[in-house]
């Protein structure tokens, strides 16, 4: 594959040689020197960023990745803890290294003349170039996947070639293409549609007309951090531990993704995460698709969204806007002094104008928090930078924990109020799970509310559900029509995806595939291979065909 992409270079570099060497033009020989520079630094920044990226995401730079860049400041605050100063040292003395052989290489090659005698060697160099591009005279084309050969993601990045790699994922998915997808006729049929939570009444609502409805979405919580999933140790989120003590805990409750766009998609308008792409540019998807905003504003619900990050970041504010949101804050609603952090303002400041400013509302209201303090990197206020990177997370999650003990205790002294806290994906900051690992997608779950009744309190829902089953879940209880979610997966387990994987977690056991490959990477030795591996590929075909349902 190294191979092949060299070829590619090389042979757009030889067309501007050879016209350079028959025209003998000196600003061809300048183009044909500044397009094999501009190769080198293309090449360096790929390398570079795959290796920072990989231990963030479990990939190499990709067409998700690219999009993020759009928000470069955004892009440098998430990877900053990764940013290995040792290793950017070697990469810089390999550059400039290069940099210099490119230029004695280059003054050679440049000195060479073309001879009308010479096209026989010259076609000969092209026919065996066009020959490396393909990777060989077989039918297609190589593609990335020939060099994903183990079930260690680590492994198969390491042997792909990472510029070959993203173009390719970008030629695939540009155009809402996802490439390869599995053959599986009739995959609708393995999905059975389960609505049992449903038939549970969980709240006894007296007065609907002032209900206050908050979900409050925690940035990147580990399960590991809480003694209510059986970490007894842990002290992490003693707020979120205590309202467990009181409320009803999802124990089981798995994201389909690894971002908050595709956390915050799946909750709020049922849409599963898909591979590689980044549905948060596709207002086509999310503006026909139902949404918890629209189903309460339709029932004259005041609706809010608070988020103390930049709303241009991820297509944000385009999809907020959407949403039917009366009132939408981001981090330009804040006093500038608050933009003490790298996301914007921190989750202290977030809840304190929430609780200046929702106190103030009057009727039933449905708002949403978004918090980001535990977000890499970390640097919520007063943060200390010297600490390992699993550390920072924890503090940074102990500080997202006060200001949701904050909020609970001093939101409105009615007791009409319902709140929703949930993770909007996992973490491997704490360095202690693989890119597979099915509990990497696990996050906390609660209800909280002097509504709730006293059989569920201390209690916890222990069939295994997804984002997307929050949404019609939420509107069931409150005794709000959510027909219009019934196309979101069906639930039956947890499905989850990478931009290379995919699994599957069922009260049968757990499975993960590889998707380029198609074939089955992790599976529990007591399952049936062959029905688990088709049923996971019936929750990918039916995530994918979200992007076109017709």
């Not at 995401?57 to 955004?74: C, H, M, Q, V």
């Not at 200001?403 to 996992?426: P, R, W």
Request: glycine fraction near 4%; charge should be neutral.
């Amino acid at each position: 594959m190294d191979s092949a992409m060299a070829s590619i270079f090389t042979i757009i570099s030889s067309i501007f040689w050879l016209i350079n060497n028959i025209a003998i033009k000196k600003k061809l020989k300048s183009i044909c020197f500044h397009l094999g520079l501009s190769y080198l630094i293309i090449i360096f920044f790929i390398e570079v960023a795959s290796l920072h990226l990989f231990q963030e995401w479990g990939s190499t730079l990709n067409f998700r990745a690219i999009n993020y860049l759009l928000n470069p400041k955004e892009s440098i605050a998430s990877s900053k803890p990764y940013l290995l100063a040792g290793v950017n040292f070697w990469f810089l003395l390999v550059f400039i290294g290069s940099i210099y052989s490119y230029q004695k290489i280059f003054k050679v090659f440049s000195q060479k003349q073309f001879h009308d005698n010479n096209w026989l060697p010259i076609i000969s160099c092209f026919i065996l170039l066009f020959i490396g591009s393909r990777g060989g005279i077989q039918k297609l084309p190589i593609k990335p996947s020939i060099a994903f050969h183990s079930n260690n993601s680590l492994d198969n990045f390491v042997c792909v070639n990472k510029t070959n790699y993203l173009i390719y994922d970008h030629l695939q998915h540009r155009s809402q293409n996802i490439s390869p997808i599995p053959l599986l006729p009739n995959w609708n049929s393995l999905l059975k549609s389960s609505t049992a939570p449903d038939t549970l009444e969980l709240f006894e609502i007296e007065d609907f007309e002032n209900l206050k409805v908050v979900l409050i979405i925690l940035e990147g919580w580990s399960t590991d951090l809480s003694s209510v999933y059986n970490n007894p140790d842990q002290t992490w989120t003693p707020n979120f531990d205590q309202l467990a003590k009181n409320g009803l805990v999802f124990s089981q409750l798995y994201s389909s993704g690894f971002r908050t766009d595709q956390g915050l998609l799946a909750m709020i308008n049922g849409i599963s995460a898909v591979p590689s792409l980044n549905l948060m540019n596709s207002s086509s998807l999310y503006e026909s698709a139902p949404s918890l905003f629209k189903s309460f504003h339709t029932q004259k619900f005041h609706t809010a969204f608070y988020y103390g990050g930049d709303l241009l970041f991820s297509n944000l504010a385009q999809y907020l806007a959407s949403q039917n949101i009366d009132l939408v804050i981001g981090k330009n609603d804040f006093n500038k002094k608050l933009h003490n952090t790298e996301w914007g303002v921190a989750d202290k400041d977030l809840v304190s104008y929430f609780l200046k400013n929702g106190n103030e509302l009057r009727g039933k209201s449905f708002c949403t928090l978004l918090f980001q303090s535990s977000h890499s990197p970390f640097d919520f206020p007063n943060y200390k930078s010297d600490l390992s990177i699993p550390e920072l997370y924890k503090q940074s999650v102990k500080y997202s924990d006060e200001a949701l003990g904050h909020l609970i205790k001093n939101y409105s002294e009615e007791e009409n109020i319902i709140y929703f806290i949930v993770s909007d994906h996992g973490s491997l900051h704490l360095q202690n799970k693989h890119y597979n690992d099915h509990d990497r997608f696990k996050v906390p779950c609660l209800i909280y509310s002097p509504l709730l009744k006293d059989t569920f309190r201390g209690k916890k829902i222990k069939q295994i559900w997804n984002h997307h089953d929050l949404a019609p879940f939420i509107l069931s209880q409150l005794k709000i029509n959510n027909d219009s979610f019934r196309n979101s997966i069906s639930r039956q387990g947890a499905f989850w995806t990478t931009d290379n994987t995919y699994g599957l977690v069922t009260e049968s056991g757990k499975i993960v595939m590889d998707r380029l490959r198609d074939k089955i990477a992790i599976l529990d030795e007591s399952q049936d291979s062959s029905y688990h591996a088709n049923l996971a590929r019936a929750y990918l075909l039916e995530s994918i065909h979200q992007l076109n349902p017709e």
